[in-house]
T-cell receptor
Framework: NAGVTQTPKFRVLKTGQSMTLLCAQD?????MYWYRQDPGMGLRLIHY???????AKGEVPDGYNVSRLKKQNFLLGLESAAPSQTSVYFC?????????????FGSGTRLTVV | QQPVQSPQAVILREGEDAVINCSSS?????VHWYRQKHGEAPVFLMI?????EQKGHEKISASFNEKKQQSSLYLTASQLSYSGTYFC??????????????FGSGTQLTVLP
């Protein structure tokens, strides 16, 4: 089925370690987003991309970097993980700038930093 | 700025109706509604655009009051499958912000038999 695939689904990191979360979509969407979800706070935008080779900061970008070298892939990197980055991370994509057909979300990555 | 959703939680019996509200302090271009079941990804329900009409999806519909910068989600004759957390996501007018949604903190809906 077409959609958004996130890997890995679960990960435990030690403070200071680095990792990359991969998001892949096969719907030829231009727009891709990384959100984090924490209890009681809903979804907060980390970074987003409006096309291949372009990225922009969202609401909570500190401590994260992203890259969009290929249209179908959007990578989220943590250079030096901190306990405050323990969260569930969701990737999403959309066909249009306003998300007229809605965002399609991946199944999430549950990250624990100890 | 994050839109405000109310109520934070609601418990219903099957067949009852519910209304979930979403309000913003900014001028809105669009409002999205999503439902998320525990441990799963949010699923798109509908979008309302500035100047658009009230939308409907089965027994779930929504309205958008542009003057008040508010949207309401209406669930009628609720079913067990409606249980989950409902999020509104808002796109604001100006400086390209329509490209990115800001989500509310969610409304947890529980439908009991």
């Amino acid at each position: 089925n077409a959609g958004v695939t996130q890997t890995p689904k679960f990960r435990v990191l030690k403070t200071g370690q680095s990792m990359t979360l991969l998001c892949a979509q096969d719907m030829n969407h231009e727009y891709m987003y990384w959100y984090r979800q924490d209890p009681g706070m809903g979804l907060r935008l980390i970074h987003y991309s409006v096309g291949e080779g372009t990225t922009a900061k969202g609401e909570v970008p500190d401590g994260y970097n992203v890259s969009r070298l290929k249209k179908q892939n959007f990578l989220l990197g943590l250079e030096s993980a901190a306990p405050s980055q323990t969260s569930v991370y969701f990737c999403a994509s959309s066909y249009s700038a306003t998300g007229f057909y809605g965002y399609t979300f991946g199944s999430g990555t549950r990250l624990t930093v100890v | 700025q994050q839109p405000v959703q109310s109520p934070q939680a609601v418990i219903l019996r099957e067949g009852e109706d519910a209304v979930i509200n979403c309000s913003s302090s900014k001028a809105l271009y669009s409002v999205h509604w999503y439902r998320q079941k525990h441990g799963e990804a949010p699923v798109f329900l509908m979008i309302l655009l500035k100047g658009g009409e009230q939308k409907g999806h089965e027994k779930i519909s929504a309205s958008f009051n542009e003057k008040k910068q508010q949207s309401s989600l209406y669930l009628t004759a609720s079913q067990l499958s409606y249980s989950g957390t409902y999020f509104c996501g808002t796109g604001t007018v100006g400086d390209g912000s329509a490209r990115q949604l800001t989500f509310g903190s969610g409304t947890q809906l529980t439908v009991l038999p």
